[in-house]
C-alpha cells in the first residue's frame, strides 16, 4: 500500500475510497468495442479476430439480440432523422466524416469520444439540414445542447442496422461487438452487429 495512503486522516482515506469507488464503476459501465471477423462461435461464446492479429472472446447473453447490417447512402439521410455520425477534425477545424448510420430516436444525443479511429468524436444528434455540393456534403446535427457542422466527402463509409438471428453469425463475417466487464474479468457482449450480404458494419 502507498505511504501516502497509510499516512492520510481517516477522513482523507474515506473520500480517496469513494474516489476510487465512483473511478471503477465509471470504468465498469464503459462499452469496450471489439472490430474483426467471427473467428468461433458456439451458442455461447463469440470468438472475433481482431485487426491487429489477437483473437477476443465475448460472452453473449441468451436474450441478446443481433443485428445484421444494410446499405445506407446519402440517398437515404433526411432532415429529422436521427444519427450518429463519427467524425474527425482536419487540420482546418473542419469536422469530417469518416462513419454515418441512422440511430434509435430513444438513443441518447450529444457529443463524445469514439474509438473508430485516434481523435475521433461520435455525434448522437437530429439532422437539421443537408447541403449538397460538387463533391461533398455538409449536415447540420443538432444535440439539443448546441449544432455542429459535418463535411460528409464522397465515399465516405454508411451502413444501417437490421434485425438478425443468430445464425447469422457465421465464421469469416465482419462484426462489431460492444461488450462490456463481467465478473470474471472477462467480457459480455451489449450489442453485437454482423456483416451480411457484402455489407459490412462500418463503426
Request: charged letters at 15%.
Amino acid at each position: 500500500m502507498p505511504i501516502q495512503y497509510i499516512l492520510m486522516k481517516p477522513i482523507q482515506k474515506l473520500f480517496f475510497a469513494l474516489a476510487l469507488f465512483c473511478f471503477a464503476l465509471t470504468v465498469w459501465a464503459q462499452n469496450i468495442n471489439w472490430r474483426g471477423t467471427i473467428a468461433s462461435y458456439d451458442g455461447k461464446v463469440l470468438g472475433v479476430a481482431l485487426r491487429d492479429g489477437q483473437k477476443v472472446l465475448v460472452d453473449l447473453p441468451e436474450g441478446l439480440l443481433i443485428s445484421t447490417t444494410e446499405r445506407f447512402s446519402m440517398a437515404d439521410v433526411k432532415p429529422g432523422m436521427v444519427l450518429g455520425v463519427t467524425t474527425i477534425n482536419r487540420a482546418d477545424g473542419a469536422k469530417v466524416a469518416i462513419d454515418i448510420r441512422p440511430i434509435s430516436a430513444a438513443a441518447p444525443q450529444g457529443l463524445s469520444a469514439y474509438d473508430l479511429q485516434p481523435q475521433s468524436t461520435m455525434t448522437n444528434a437530429v439532422l437539421e439540414a443537408a447541403v449538397t455540393s460538387l463533391d461533398t456534403h455538409e449536415l447540420v446535427l443538432n444535440y439539443k445542447t448546441g449544432s455542429v457542422k459535418v463535411l460528409v466527402p464522397t465515399g465516405t463509409p454508411m451502413s444501417r442496422a437490421a434485425p438478425g438471428v443468430r445464425s447469422d453469425l457465421i465464421l469469416g463475417a465482419s462484426v462489431y461487438v460492444a461488450s462490456r466487464l463481467n465478473e470474471t474479468n472477462g467480457y459480455t457482449a451489449v450489442r453485437v452487429q454482423v456483416g451480411k450480404n457484402g455489407v459490412n458494419p462500418t463503426q
